[in-house]
C-alpha cells in the first residue's frame, strides 16, 4: 500500500513539475512587408515604425501612427556641443541628460515634413511605417532655430532697456523670456551675426542675464547690527535697499532673509518703488555672541513667475546670485542682584542663592554688575522664613519669597513668587536656612527657566 | 523514500520559481523576477540559468532605478533621489550575496551626494527649528532620519539625544514645579539612564528626593502619619541609604499603632495592645520601648482557665480522657494569653459549687481568682455517654461450590455441591451529649455557652469459606430445599473480599473526644475577654 502512495506522489509530482505546453508559434505576420519584421535603417532618413492590436481599440490607427512617429522622433539625435551654454557654464553630465530628454520631448511634439510611407495590416494587427528625410529635417531645424534667435534677440533688447531704465524685474522677466526662446537650442553652438563677424548667442545671453541678476546691491543700514539681548519686546523693522551698481533703486525684487538664530526660517519680501524692502526682527534668544542677517534676490521666485519650463527653471537653478550680509552682535544684559535675604526676619547671608543665581545668569551669558546704573536688568529678591510646627526637638519652618525684575527704567517686567518652601532643622533657626535649599532648587529648576522665557 | 521525495520536491519548486521569474521579467517587473531568480538560486545555488536569469533581470531593475534617480535628482526632489539610491545599493548588495555583480552607474554617487549634501542640510536646519520651537517629537524623527542616512552628519547625533531627552528632562522639571517630586523623579531617572550626563539630571533626582524626603517629615511633625509613610516610603524605596529616611520611615508607619497600643494597655485592652506592639517590632525591630511594653501587655492580657470537668457516672476514666484531650487541644494552639489550670483534686468539690446551684458561688469564684489568678472557668458536663464494644456475631451459612464439568461431546456441565460457609458481623460505638461553658471568675458571668453532641460508629460484616471461594455460591431456601442462588454471587464474593478489621470502641471515643474537645478549645481561643 504504502509503495502505490509512494509511486503516485512521485508521478503527481512529476505531472506538477512538467513545462506547460509549448504555445505554437505566431506566424501571422509572416507574409507582412520587409518593414514590418525589420525597421529601414536607410542613412538619408530617420525611421518610424509603429503597431498597434485591432482587437477591442477603435483608434489602433492613431496609436500605430503616434509609435511610428515616437519612435522616428527617437532617432533623431540631440547633440550638446562643446561651445554651447551648457559646456561653457560647467552644468554637469546629468544636467546635460536632463537636457537631451527635454529636447527630445519637444521634437517629438514638434515634429514635422515627415512622409507616410506604407502601412500594412491583417485580421489582429495595424503597421504603418514614417520616414522624414534628413535634410528636410536640418531645412526645418535652421528655419526653428532662426525663428527662435530673432524672438530671443528681440526680448534681450526689451531686457536690455528696462535694465538702463533701471527697471530691474522687468528686465530679469525679459531676460527669462528670451532665455525660453530659444530653449531648445541651447545644446546647440547658436551663432549671430555682428559687426565684427559671427559671434555666440546663448553664453552671452546667459552672461548678460548673471550679470543683471549680480548687479543687485543690497544696502543695510548698519555695517553691525547690535542686538542688547532681552531689549527687544516687539518686532523691529530694518529697511534694507536694493539698487544696481550706479545706485539706482532696484523695485519689484524679490528678496530672501535668513536669520542664523532662526534655521529653517526665512522671510519674502518685494522692494517697493525705492528699491527698499523692510526686514522684520522677532524678540528672539541667541545662543551665541554673534549672529547674521543675509539677504538675496530671490531667484527662484522670479523664475517660477516668468516661467513654467522646466527647463529654465532646471538652468537658472544653477546660477549662484550675490548674497549680502548684515554682521549682528549680540550684546549680553547686565543684570545687578539686590537680594534681601531673612531667616526668621532677621538678616542672613551665605545662604548660597545669591552664587547660584549669579552662577545660572554667567552660564547663559549675561553679565553681572554691582553698579545699578550700568545694569539693564535689576533682580530684586525678598526672602524671609517663618516657624512652623515641632516635635520631638524637630522644627519646621516656611519660606516666602518674591522675585521681581524690573529695566532700565524701572519698569517691572517680571514678578514671581513662591511661597511655603519647607524647611526642617533640630531648630527654627537651621530650619530656616535648610528651607533655602529648597528656594535654590526652586529658583533653578522654576523661577530661573520662566525668567529666561519671559524676557528673552 | 521520504530523501527522494522531498529532494523532488524542492527540485519542483525552484522550478516553478523561475517559470514564474520568465513571466514576470515578460511582462517588464524586473524587480520581481530577480527577486524570484533570488529565491531559485538559494534552493539550487550556483545554477547557471539562474544566475544569468538574475544578473539580466537585476540589470535591467538597476537601470530602471537608475533613470528614476536621475529623474528625481533633476527635479531636485533630493529625498526621492536618496532613498531611491539607497533602496537600489541594497538591491544589488543582495544580488551580490548570492554572487552575482552588477554593473553600476556611478554617476548615481555623485547625484546621491550631491542630494544628500543639499538634502541634509535642510533637513538639520529643519531639526535645529524645530528643537528651537521646543516640537522635540518632529526634532526626533527629522534627526532620526538625518542619522540613518549619515550618523555622523554633523552635530546629528547631539541633536537627537537632546530632542529624545529633553522633553523628558522638561516633563520633569514641570512635575518638580507642581511640587510632584516623584513623578519628577522618574522622569529625570529616564534621562539619567540614557545618559547620566545629560546637563545637571542627575543632581536633580537628588533634588526631588530631597524634597520628597522633606515633605514626609513636615507630616511626621504635623503627625499626618499616613501622608508621612507614603512619602518617606517613596524615598526609602529608592534610596534605603538615604541618611535617616528609614527610621523616619519605620516612624512614620508605626508611631500611630504604638500610640493606639499604649492606649489600649492603659484602658486594659491588653490583648489588643500585645497584638499592635507585636506588629511594630515585626516591622521595625526595637521601636521605642515596645519591647518593655510589649511584655507588660502579654502579662496583663493573661488568660488562666480552670478547667472543670464534670462527672461520667460509671465512665470515670472516659471523663479523664475527655478532660486530656481538650487540655492538649488547647495547649496546641499555643496562645500567649491562655492559661490552663486544672484542680483534680478539688474538681467536683469546685463544679458543684460553680455548676449546681442557680447562680454561681461568689465565694468559690473568688478563691480560684485570689488564690490562682483565674480569669474564667472552663465547665464541662456530660448528658449521656454510651461506648459499646460489640460482639462478634458468627452465622454458618449454606452455599453451593460449583464445580464444571467438561462432557465426552465437549459441552460444559456444572455439578454444584452444597457446602456450608461462616458469615460474620460486629458494631462498636461511642457518643456523647454535653456541654461546656467559660464562666467569669470575676463576677459568674457566662461568657461561652454550647450543647454539643458527637457520634463515632464503625461495623465489620465478612464470610471466610475452607473451599474455593471463585466457586462459591450462596442458597437459597424454598419449602426447606436448598438450591443456588446465582443472582446474590457477587453479593457473596464482596462478603468473602471484605476486611475483618473494625476500630475499637475506645478507638471511637477517642476521636469522638477529639471532634469535641477541638470545637471547644477553637471557641475558648478566639474568645476575645476585650471584646
Known amino acids: ?456 | 523514500m521520504i530523501f527522494i521525495l522531498l529532494l523532488m520536491a524542492a527540485g519542483c519548486t525552484v522550478k516553478k520559481l523561475a517559470k514564474q521569474a520568465v513571466q514576470f521579467e515578460q511582462a517588464g517587473m524586473f524587480k520581481d523576477a530577480a527577486g524570484l531568480y533570488l529565491q531559485a538560486l538559494a534552493l539550487k545555488p550556483g545554477a547557471f540559468e539562474y544566475k544569468t536569469g538574475l544578473k539580466r533581470t537585476g540589470q535591467l531593475y538597476l537601470d530602471e532605478s537608475v533613470a528614476a534617480i536621475t529623474s528625481a535628482y533633476n527635479r531636485n526632489d533630493y529625498q526621492t533621489t536618496i532613498y531611491g539610491y539607497r533602496s537600489m545599493q541594497d538591491f544589488a548588495s543582495t544580488v551580490r550575496s548570492a554572487g552575482v555583480d552588477l554593473d553600476f552607474d556611478y554617476s548615481t554617487e555623485r547625484m546621491y551626494e550631491k542630494a544628500c549634501e543639499v538634502y541634509l542640510s535642510e533637513r538639520y536646519e529643519l531639526g535645529q527649528k524645530l528643537l528651537n520651537e521646543q516640537s522635540f517629537g518632529e526634532a526626533e524623527k527629522v534627526f532620526s532620519e538625518i542619522h540613518s542616512i549619515q550618523p555622523e552628519y554633523k552635530d546629528t547625533r547631539n541633536y537627537l539625544l537632546t530632542s529624545t531627552l529633553e522633553p523628558l528632562y522638561q516633563k520633569g522639571s514641570n512635575h518638580f514645579s507642581r511640587r510632584n517630586f516623584m513623578n519628577a523623579y522618574k522622569e529625570w531617572e529616564k534621562v539619567y539612564q540614557k545618559n547620566p550626563d545629560y546637563k545637571d539630571v542627575k543632581m536633580r533626582m537628588q533634588e526631588a528626593l530631597d524634597e520628597r524626603y522633606k515633605e514626609g517629615t513636615l507630616w511626621l511633625i504635623e503627625e499626618d502619619f499616613d501622608a508621612a509613610a507614603a512619602a518617606l516610603g517613596e524615598v526609602y524605596q529608592i534610596a534605603p541609604d538615604y541618611p535617616d529616611v528609614k527610621a523616619r520611615y519605620m516612624e512614620a508607619r508605626n508611631e500611630p499603632i504604638y500610640r493606639t497600643s499604649k492606649e489600649n494597655l492603659k484602658t486594659g485592652k491588653c490583648r489588643t495592645a500585645y497584638f499592635g506592639f507585636e506588629s511594630i517590632i515585626k516591622d521595625a525591630g526595637n521601636y521605642k520601648e515596645t519591647k518593655v511594653l510589649k511584655d507588660e501587655a502579654l502579662n496583663c492580657a493573661q488568660f488562666p482557665v480552670a478547667v472543670l470537668v464534670g462527672a461520667m457516672p460509671q465512665h470515670n476514666a472516659d471523663a479523664a480522657e475527655f478532660e486530656a484531650a481538650l487540655t492538649n487541644r488547647l495547649l496546641s494552639y499555643n496562645d500567649p494569653f491562655l492559661k490552663i489550670h486544672q484542680f483534680p483534686d478539688m474538681n467536683s468539690k469546685f463544679f458543684q459549687a460553680v455548676a449546681s446551684s442557680r447562680s454561681p458561688d461568689r465565694k468559690k469564684l473568688k478563691e480560684l481568682t485570689d488564690t490562682y489568678g483565674i480569669k474564667a472557668i472552663l465547665m464541662i458536663s456530660f448528658a449521656e455517654y454510651e461506648k459499646n464494644e460489640g460482639k462478634l456475631q458468627k452465622f454458618s451459612r449454606t452455599g453451593f461450590e460449583r464445580q464444571p464439568v467438561r462432557k465426552t461431546n465437549g459441552e460444559t456441565s456444572y455439578y454444584d455441591h452444597q457446602v456450608s460457609y461462616t458469615e460474620y458481623l460486629k458494631q462498636n460505638k461511642a457518643s456523647l451529649e454535653m456541654s461546656y461553658q467559660l464562666v467569669s471568675a470575676a463576677n459568674g458571668q457566662i461568657l461561652l455557652s454550647q450543647r454539643l453532641t458527637g457520634n463515632k460508629e464503625d461495623q465489620t460484616n465478612y464470610a471466610t469459606y475452607q473451599g474455593n471461594q471463585k466457586n462459591l455460591y450462596p442458597a437459597k431456601e424454598i419449602n426447606n430445599t436448598y438450591s443456588i442462588d446465582l443472582k446474590n454471587y457477587h453479593s457473596l464474593q464482596k462478603l468473602l473480599k471484605s476486611d475483618d478489621r473494625i476500630q475499637s470502641a475506645d478507638q471511637l471515643r477517642d476521636d469522638l473526644f477529639e471532634d469535641l474537645s477541638k470545637k471547644i478549645a477553637k471557641a475558648v481561643i478566639e474568645f476575645n475577654p476585650e471584646k
Open chain 1, 1 to 456: 500500500m504504502k509503495f502505490y502512495t509512494s509511486v503516485i506522489l512521485v508521478l503527481s509530482l512529476i505531472y506538477s513539475c512538467s513545462p506547460g505546453r509549448k504555445v505554437q508559434e505566431n506566424n501571422l505576420i509572416s507574409e507582412a512587408p520587409s518593414w514590418v519584421r525589420q525597421t529601414p535603417n536607410a542613412a538619408d532618413s530617420y525611421h518610424g515604425v509603429g503597431m498597434a492590436l485591432k482587437s477591442n481599440q477603435q483608434d489602433y490607427r492613431e496609436r500605430a501612427r503616434q509609435s511610428a512617429l515616437s519612435e522616428l522622433a527617437a532617432s533623431i539625435s540631440v547633440t550638446v556641443s562643446a561651445s554651447s551654454v551648457l559646456h561653457q557654464f560647467e552644468f554637469d553630465n546629468n544636467y546635460s541628460e536632463f537636457f537631451r530628454d527635454q529636447i527630445k520631448m519637444s521634437t517629438r511634439q514638434q515634429l514635422e515634413g515627415f512622409e507616410l510611407v506604407e502601412n500594412w495590416e491583417n485580421e489582429e494587427q495595424y503597421w504603418v511605417y514614417y520616414r522624414l528625410s534628413k535634410t528636410k529635417w536640418e531645412q526645418i531645424r535652421q528655419e526653428r532655430i532662426n525663428r527662435a534667435l530673432t524672438q530671443s534677440q528681440a526680448a534681450l533688447e526689451q531686457a536690455r532697456s528696462f535694465s538702463e531704465q533701471g527697471k530691474k524685474a522687468d528686465a530679469i522677466r525679459f531676460y527669462i523670456q528670451s532665455l525660453e526662446a530659444v530653449r531648445n537650442f541651447l545644446g546647440d553652438e547658436l551663432t549671430i551675426a555682428t559687426e565684427t563677424g559671427n559671434k555666440s548667442y546663448a553664453p552671452a545671453l546667459m552672461a548678460d542675464f548673471i550679470n543683471e541678476i549680480r548687479d543687485l546691491k543690497f544696502v543695510f543700514p548698519f555695517e553691525t547690527l547690535r542686538f542688547k539681548q532681552g531689549a527687544l519686546q516687539n518686532t523691529t523693522t530694518l529697511d534694507v535697499k536694493v539698487t544696481d551698481q550706479k545706485g539706482n533703486p532696484a523695485a519689484g525684487i524679490p528678496v530672501i532673509t535668513k536669520f542664523s538664530w532662526m534655521p529653517a526660517s526665512e522671510q519674502v519680501s518685494f522692494t517697493n518703488a525705492n528699491g527698499v524692502f523692510s526686514i522684520n526682527i522677532d524678540k528672539f534668544k541667541s545662543g551665541s555672541s554673534n549672529g547674521q542677517i543675509s539677504s538675496a534676490p530671490d531667484l527662484q521666485w522670479l523664475v517660477e513667475n516668468n516661467s513654467e519650463d522646466m527647463l529654465i527653471h532646471k538652468l537658472i537653478d544653477g546660477i549662484k546670485v550675490n548674497t549680502f550680509i548684515l554682521p549682528v552682535e549680540f550684546i549680553p544684559a547686565v543684570f545687578h542682584l539686590s537680594l534681601t535675604e531673612k531667616n526668621l526676619g532677621k538678616m542672613v547671608s551665605n545662604t548660597g542663592l545669591e552664587d547660584e543665581i549669579q552662577k545660572l545668569f554667567l552660564q547663559e551669558g549675561f553679565k553681572l554688575t554691582t553698579a545699578i546704573d550700568d545694569a539693564d536688568y535689576l533682580l530684586e529678591a525678598d526672602i524671609d522664613t517663618f516657624t512652623g510646627n515641632e516635635r520631638n526637638n524637630r522644627f519646621s519652618t516656611n519660606l516666602n519669597a518674591t522675585f521681581v525684575i524690573k529695566n532700565k527704567h524701572h519698569t517691572i517686567v517680571y514678578s514671581r513668587s513662591v511661597e511655603n518652601l519647607p524647611g526642617l532643622g533640630d531648630s527654627y533657626a537651621s530650619a530656616g536656612l535648610n528651607a533655602y535649599r529648597s528656594l535654590l532648587s526652586t529658583y533653578r529648576i522654576t523661577v530661573y527657566p520662566d525668567i529666561l522665557r519671559t524676557l528673552f
